[in-house]
């Protein structure tokens, strides 16, 4: 079987309004792709920036992955949270990223959105905090579903992602 590794890091985030974030991030593959080592989700530590608006979380990303074919192949979704004083949580931004499909190293820049809801919900958000959120996670990279609901920008997520390739050229593959 062919392998991948993807070696790298969350770096951070910038141009949220919010403070205090940190991200929840998955990868998704398709049925022929078997995740041989690594963790297929995880999230990072809450940073506040200091200085400027990058919230630094340097989130290690380490996965090795075999497999029969090139459909389905990786992409990384990623939920942006923030965290108020009072330790409450709430939606900052969806994104999501396809992993690179050229060997070496690749500096990522995802941009992120957020469902609006209706005035009233943003202006709960406004006052109380939480606000709308995703019924699915697939709907991140859904095309279809994706472009009905009214949505906002975010930041964006910055990523710093090494990737090997092994044993393509057995199947065709020129790297």
């Known amino acids: 079987m062919a392998e991948v590794h993807v070696i790298g ?4 985030a910038t141009g949220f309004s919010e403070n205090s ?3 929840k991030w998955g990868i998704h593959t398709g049925a022929a792709w078997k995740l041989l080592s690594g963790v297929r989700e995880g999230q990072t530590q ?3 920036p200091q200085i400027g608006d990058m919230a630094y979380w340097s989130h290690p990303i380490d996965l090795h992955f075999a497999t029969k074919g090139l459909q389905g192949w990786p992409r990384l979704h990623l939920q942006v949270w923030s965290q108020d004083s009072f330790g409450r949580c709430q939606l900052a931004g ?4 396809h992993v690179p499909s050229s060997p070496g190293t690749h500096q990522l820049d995802c941009p992120t959105w957020r469902p609006l809801g209706s005035w009233r919900e943003q202006l709960a958000r ?3 905090g939480g606000g ?3 019924l699915h996670a697939d709907t991140i990279y859904s095309g279809a579903d ?3 609901l009214h949505t906002t920008a975010g930041g964006t997520v910055h990523l710093g992602i090494g990737l090997l390739l092994r044993h393509f050229d057995r199947y065709g593959v020129e790297c």
Do not use: K, W
């Open 126 to 128: 406004a006052f109380v």
């Open 132 to 134: 709308p959120q995703l």
């Open 21 to 23: 974030l940190f991200c």
């Open 46 to 48: 809450v940073d506040t």
């Open 94 to 97: 969806y994104g999501f990223c």
């Open 9 to 12: 890091q969350i770096i951070g």
């Open 146 to 148: 994706r472009y009905r």
